[in-house]
């Protein structure tokens, strides 16, 4: 009788745990359905963000525990290693007080070239006085790139999938966050978004979506 009612006891355990599992998995279930769709790719792409820096720092740490001990590991290529990088981060070829990297990334001047607009001050004295290393004193070198940009305009809504003879009204309502549910589903589906995917989506979630890129 004594071994029955442990027997008994066990198997109630063992249902009481499985129902607190089925609670826990049916409130993750229920709180994940509540959230809005950029919530979700949010919760999802941080999740594949978080394993992938977990199996990084695991593999770190233990690279490191383990280097001490271990008289075979050779920690200079490391040494060297980050002196390279600190000399590539800090590297300046024309001397002009802007590293490369700076050039070629930030003001987009040429890092061979103490003075890429030829003026006679240098690229760094440029950007510290507030000017533009890119253009010459007394010159206007911006008429030209408005043109080139209203030109453009057209262009560049073909090339996302949007027609390029939308008034000036449709986009002011839709930089203005006052498009309605009709109009971005349209706008999306010209765009390329799959129909099934964007049926999938309620236009509660739509709207909020849309309230948030504008933010």
């Known amino acids: 009788m004594q071994d029955i009612k442990k027997d008994g006891s066990f198997a109630q355990k063992k249902d009481s745990n499985l129902n607190t599992d089925q609670n826990k998995h049916h409130e993750i279930k229920t709180a994940f359905s509540d ?3 950029s919530r979700r ?3 999802v792409s941080l999740a594949f963000f978080s394993i992938i820096l977990f199996f990084f720092w695991g593999g770190s ?3 490191r525990l383990s280097s001490p001990l271990n008289p075979d590991v050779d920690t200079e290529p ?3 290693l980050n002196q390279s990088e600190n000399n590539l981060l800090n590297a300046d070829e024309d001397g002009d007080g802007l590293t490369d990297l700076e050039e070629e990334n930030l003001y987009q001047t040429s890092p061979y070239l103490d003075d890429t607009d030829s003026d006679g001050v240098s690229d760094g004295d440029e950007v ?3 000017s533009d290393p890119n253009c010459a004193e007394g010159q ?3 008429q030209e790139t408005i043109v080139n940009i209203d030109n453009q305009d057209s262009a560049d809504l073909d090339n996302i999938g949007l027609s390029g003879d939308i008034s000036d ?3 002011s309502q839709a930089l203005s966050g006052k498009s309605s549910v ?3 589903r349209e706008m999306l589906l010209e765009a390329g978004m799959q129909k099934e995917v964007l049926d999938s989506i309620s236009d509660e979630d739509l709207l909020k979506s849309y309230q948030e890129v504008l933010q």
């Open 169 to 171: 009204e449709e986009l």
């Open 61 to 63: 740490t233990k690279k």
């Open 182 to 184: 009709e109009t971005l």
């Open 41 to 43: 790719i949010l919760v």
């Open 128 to 130: 510290k006085n507030g």
């Open 35 to 37: 959230l809005s769709t």
């Open 140 to 142: 206007n070198c911006y």
């Open 78 to 80: 490391l040494v060297s």
